[in-house]
């Protein structure tokens, strides 16, 4: 088996796709590690901080971000064009490595030029797209925008294009990298990223796959919901709802849309009926003055072992989302036996059988929303993973990916 190296901005211990695929890669046998900048788990020899240097460059980057978005149309999310970043190419695991994985790196910790950098070692460089900013130029979800197919400018996330084009030119020099090394290979965990990457300019041609995100499965499971909502002080026989909401402002998240869904559901439940767990952050004034039916923070759930409990507690998931890649959170809920409910967009779709183990509701469509929601309580839906996203499934996907891009580097010409 090869040696990989997976390289990430922050580590940490819940929605870490990384680490779950790092450490599924060391149950198959694999030779694994992880080289992040920021973590909040312990350190081992197999996955190491790169270092303070770092942290101060991702600083001082993100302020130089920050003066290039201070106009920037937030209604279109995040805008990223890294400036300086820092070399890991020179670190042990890196050299040591005969697979690179590259995984969430934007926010100061890699620019274009440390990505140059690990192409230049010849390696299989193998970038997991998280979501769309690997593809246009600089967006991290282009909602309907497909300037990404042909070429960027005039980004609908700049008021006014100024001095500088700060797309345009982002997109000129990835579509250089790209164009540059035959040794970039590109994974989407969602059917619908595939089809996007498939249709960007930037990587027409390239080599693409489709590998979901991994899912622990010994840990996210099924519990008994009456001992469940014994331990979080919740009443057994409420219908409970959860959904995540650690920053309501958040434009991919679909907040305005949820909240009309549950004032829908007035005309079926009184407030004390229904119970809206909310994880993710803290005590939201905001939310609990809008939401019209009892509401329960959980707060900054640090460990998996809450996490599990909080998706046992529901009767029913609610993403909102109305731009996502591959959520892990419906993983995480299907996994323990919550049905989930959500907007048929991204990569939602591909873990969802609707009326099945869930709900795809009509694109922005709060009435739908509700409607699933209802749908799913009154015939006690129950979630469940879909047979090819097992762990065994997706594992292999990966060791025929790795097999593959280091054939063809054994058989190309030097």
């Not at 600089?138 to 008021?159: I, L, R, V």
């Not at 009456?226 to 057994?236: A, F, H, P, S, T």
């Not at 809450?306 to 591959?326: E, M, R």
């Not at 929601?373 to 292999?396: A, Q």
Request: proline fraction near 4%.
């Amino acid at each position: 088996m090869p040696k990989v190296v997976h390289i990430q901005r922050s580590v940490i211990t819940t929605g870490r796709a990384p680490l779950r695929l790092h450490n599924a890669f060391l149950e198959a046998g694999i030779d694994s590690s992880i080289i992040s900048m920021e973590f909040d788990v312990n350190l081992t020899d197999r996955v190491i901080e790169i270092g303070r240097k770092a942290r101060l460059v991702s600083r001082l980057d993100e302020f130089l971000q920050s003066f290039i978005n201070r106009n920037v149309y937030k209604q279109f999310g995040i805008f990223s064009f890294p400036i300086l970043g820092s070399d890991v190419s020179t670190a042990e695991m890196v050299k040591n490595a005969d697979i690179i994985y590259i995984h969430w790196v934007q926010g100061g910790f890699m620019n274009l030029q440390s990505y140059k950098r690990l192409a230049r070692l010849g390696k299989p460089v193998i970038i997991f797209m998280h979501d769309m900013w690997t593809i246009t130029g600089g967006c991290h979800h282009s909602f309907d925008c497909e300037k990404y197919c042909t070429n960027c400018f005039k980004c609908q996330m700049f008021p006014r294009t100024g001095l500088f084009d700060w797309a345009s030119i982002e997109f000129r020099r990835k579509k250089k990298l790209y164009s540059m090394y035959e040794n970039f290979y590109f994974v989407s965990p969602s059917k619908w990223l595939l089809n996007c990457t498939q249709k960007s300019n930037l990587t027409l041609g390239k080599p693409v796959f489709n590998i979901p995100n991994i899912i622990d499965t010994g840990l996210y499971k099924k519990l008994d919901k009456k001992v469940v909502r014994y331990m979080l002080n919740l009443n057994e026989h409420d219908t409970v709802l959860s959904f995540g909401a650690e920053h309501i402002s958040n434009p991919y998240k679909g907040w305005p849309e949820l909240l009309k869904a549950m004032n829908l559901l007035t005309t079926r439940f009184s407030r004390e009926d229904l119970t809206i767990l909310v994880f993710g952050g803290g005590f939201n004034k905001k939310i609990a003055d809008s939401v019209p039916f009892k509401t329960m923070f959980t707060g900054y759930l640090k460990d998996e072992y809450s996490t599990v409990l909080v998706y046992n507690a529901a009767d029913v998931f609610v993403i909102p989302s109305l731009a996502d890649n591959f959520p892990t959170t419906v993983l995480e809920s299907q996994a323990c036996g919550t049905p989930v409910v959500g907007f048929n967009v991204g990569g939602i779709p591909d873990m969802i059988n609707h009326k099945e183990n869930g709900y795809l509701a009509a694109y922005k469509d709060a009435q739908d929303l509700a409607n699933g929601i209802l749908y799913c309580l009154d015939n006690k839906i129950t979630g469940g993973l879909l047979p090819e996203l097992g762990k065994s499934v997706l594992l292999k996907k990966h060791i025929d990916l790795m097999t593959a891009v280091t054939k063809q580097r054994d058989t190309s010409p030097l």
